[in-house]
C-alpha cells in the first residue's frame, strides 16, 4: 500500500469546438474534440491519520479560495463517498496558467480523483468517478477517458476516446489576460443573435486518423468574440500559421492560443517574438498515454 503517491495532470486544447444550441439549463451544447498536451500541473497525494483534506497550493497562478478550489472539492467527494474515515494531504503546485481555456483546474480535479484511486487501491467504481467528475465540471469528465484524445458533446461529458495520434510539438502562448468561461459565452451568444453556430455536417471516421485532416477540420466558434475583444489573439494565430502550425487555435473559450507544428523547427522564431511581446510561451507536446502516478522518491 502506497503511503504517497505523485501525478502531473496534463492540459488539454480543443482540436474543434463547435458551440450549438442553449438548454433550458442556461448551458451550451457542444461538440469538441479533446488533445492532453504535457505542459502540466504537478500534485503529491500524503495519507494522513487526521481524517478530510489538507490542500497546499505553491506556484504562480492565483487560483483563489482553498474550499473552491476542484482540487479539494474532488477530493472532498472522494473521501466522503469512502465513508469519510480517511484523510489526505495534497500539494498541488501550479504551472498551467488559470482561466486559460487550458482545463487546469478540471484536470487537477481528475487527477486528484485519479491519484486517490490510486492511493486508497481503486475503492470506487469508475462509474462512480465519473458522476463524481461530471459533478465539478463539464471537462473534467474528459481527463478520465481512457485516451488522452476523445471526442465530447453535450457540455463535453459525453465522450468517445479515439487512438491517440503521433506525438506533435505544440506552443502554448498566454498573452496575460484572463478570459472567463461565462463571459465568453454570454458574448458569443450577444453576437450571435439566436442561430446556432454549426450547419448540418456529415464526418467520416478517417478525418480522426491524422493531424492533416484533423487541421482541415481546426476552429473554435470561441475566437469569434475573443479575437473581436482582443485582437492581438486573432495576430498570434496568424503568426502560428505562418510559422508552420498545422493547427493553430484559441485553447477553449480562450485566451490562450496554441499551435501544433509537424516538427519543432519553426517554434522558436514565434516564442522569441510572442515573449518580447509580453506573452507567455510553453514547449510542450501531445500526449499518447496519460500520465501515471508514481510512488514518492
Ligand atoms: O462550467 P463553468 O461553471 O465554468 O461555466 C461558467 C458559465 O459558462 C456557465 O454559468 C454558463 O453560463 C456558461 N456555459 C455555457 N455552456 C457550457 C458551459 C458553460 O453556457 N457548456
Redesign the pocket.
Given at each position: 500500500m502506497n503511503e504517497s503517491l505523485q501525478l502531473l495532470a496534463p492540459a488539454k486544447v480543443n482540436l474543434w469546438l463547435r458551440v450549438l444550441a442553449?438548454e433550458a439549463s442556461?448551458?451550451?451544447s457542444?461538440e469538441t474534440a479533446f488533445a492532453a498536451v504535457s505542459l502540466a500541473d504537478r500534485l503529491e497525494f500524503v495519507r494522513r491519520e487526521k481524517p478530510g483534506v489538507e490542500l497546499v497550493v505553491s506556484g504562480d497562478e492565483d487560483t483563489g479560495p482553498i474550499g473552491s478550489n476542484l482540487v479539494y472539492r474532488a477530493a472532498t467527494a472522494f473521501l466522503a463517498r469512502m465513508g469519510g474515515a480517511a484523510g489526505v494531504r495534497i500539494n498541488l503546485e501550479k504551472v498551467i496558467p488559470a482561466a486559460g481555456g487550458l482545463g487546469g483546474g478540471s484536470s487537477d480535479a481528475a487527477a486528484t480523483l485519479r491519484g486517490l484511486s490510486a492511493l486508497f487501491s481503486d475503492p470506487i467504481p469508475k462509474e462512480d468517478l465519473l458522476r463524481i467528475a461530471a459533478g465539478l465540471?463539464?471537462d473534467v469528465p474528459f481527463f478520465l477517458a481512457p485516451s488522452p484524445l476523445a471526442l465530447g458533446w453535450s457540455?463535453?461529458e459525453r465522450l468517445l476516446s479515439l487512438p491517440p495520434l503521433p506525438v506533435r510539438p505544440v506552443l502554448i502562448a498566454h498573452p496575460g489576460v484572463a478570459v472567463p468561461?461565462?463571459e465568453a459565452?454570454r458574448r458569443l451568444a450577444e453576437m450571435r443573435g439566436e442561430g446556432s453556430g454549426a450547419g448540418p455536417q456529415a464526418l467520416d471516421l478517417s478525418v480522426l486518423r491524422s493531424w492533416a485532416s484533423i487541421a482541415e477540420l481546426a476552429t473554435n466558434d470561441f475566437e469569434f468574440p475573443a479575437f473581436e475583444q482582443i485582437p492581438r489573439l486573432a495576430a498570434a494565430k496568424e503568426r502560428l500559421l505562418a510559422a508552420g502550425a498545422e493547427v493553430a487555435l484559441l485553447a477553449g473559450s480562450g485566451a490562450s492560443v496554441f499551435g501544433i507544428f509537424a516538427d519543432a523547427s519553426g517554434m522558436e522564431g514565434v516564442v522569441a517574438e510572442l515573449e518580447r511581446e509580453g506573452w507567455r510561451c510553453w514547449r510542450a507536446r501531445t500526449l499518447e498515454h496519460w500520465p501515471q502516478p508514481t510512488a514518492r522518491h
Open positions: 442553449r442556461g448551458y451550451h457542444l465540471g463539464s457540455r463535453g468561461t461565462g459565452f
